[in-house]
Nanobody, 122 residues
Framework: QVQLVESGGGLVQAGGSLRLSCAAS????????MRWYRQAPGKQRELVAV????????NYADSVKGRFTISRDNAKKTVYLQMNSLTPEDTAIYFC???????????????WGQGTQVTVSA
């Protein structure tokens, strides 16, 4: 069993910052790419940022470039999303996603966290 648990969401004023964390746990053999998605009310879920395993290559949605930074700590099996200069348009539920191979199957599949709410007030 593999679980992803997000934390760090909350209410912040426009221009403020938040740091999200997502920790993977369970019967993990290996973790490949890790991602952050978000879903605002009435909108589709969108990819915000992704970070690879080997060289920690990162990619961002155009809407967050220069403001958000994704990073990971492989020893802690944790991915982070540092969010700066937040605007009300960043209000959404933020979900962690990771490609994980469990010990039993040693086959990579995608796992999702339960999501954490980020609300940015004007």
């Amino acid at each position: 069993q593999v679980q992803l648990v997000e934390s760090g969401g909350g209410l912040v004023q426009a221009g403020g910052s938040l740091r999200l964390s997502c920790a993977a746990s369970g019967s993990i053999f290996a973790i490949d790419a890790m991602r952050w998605y978000r879903q605002a009310p009435g909108k589709q879920r969108e990819l915000v940022a992704v970070i690879t395993t080997i060289d920690s290559t990162t990619n961002y949605a155009d809407s967050v470039k220069g403001r958000f930074t994704i990073s990971r700590d492989n020893a802690k099996k944790t991915v982070y999303l540092q969010m700066n200069s937040l605007t009300p348009e960043d209000t959404a539920i933020y979900f962690c996603n990771a490609d994980v191979a469990d010990i039993r199957t040693m086959t990579f599949r995608g796992y999702w966290g339960q999501g954490t709410q980020v609300t940015v007030s004007a």
